[in-house]
């Protein structure tokens, strides 16, 4: 199966607000934060300590933070060394992925839709992610996670 077209940051900013019941947030900086019912899903964050070049120790200026339903997931996502995904230790125990703005164009627009709309999933309300998944004709995540 052919890949779709590579993903832009763009992408992350129309994805997120294409899901149902979002706010942008100015974050600090003027970094975006997307939230569903007061809720972070996808955070634009501001160069962090934790989040550096390992040869340089230059703060990475362009991290994305996406939430993930399960520690499995996350797992899923950083385990692969041919993936963008990161971590770091401030995330241990987080529900959350990173990646870099830089790194964006790794994925097709397919993959970063599947990644936003599973951010959304894991924040919004139960009830909120029910209906969405009945809309588009997906199992609820109660029904996914036994398949």
Known sequence: MAAGRKARVRDVHDL??????????PGSRGRPVY???GRSFVIFRNPRPDA???????????VIVFWVGSQADKEALVGDE???????PHFDGHPSV???????????HDELAEIVQDAWLARASASRARAW?????????EDRGRA
């Open 82 to 88: 041919n993936s963008p995904w990161f971590t770091t």
């Open 98 to 108: 990173l990646l870099r703005e830089a790194d964006v164009e790794r994925l097709d």
């Open 133 to 141: 998944l009945a809309a588009h004709g997906l199992p609820s995540t």
């Open 52 to 62: 550096a070049d390992p040869v340089t120790g230059e703060r990475y200026p362009d």
């Open 35 to 37: 939230q569903v019912g």
């Open 16 to 25: 997120a607000m294409a899901m149902p019941h979002v706010t942008r947030l």
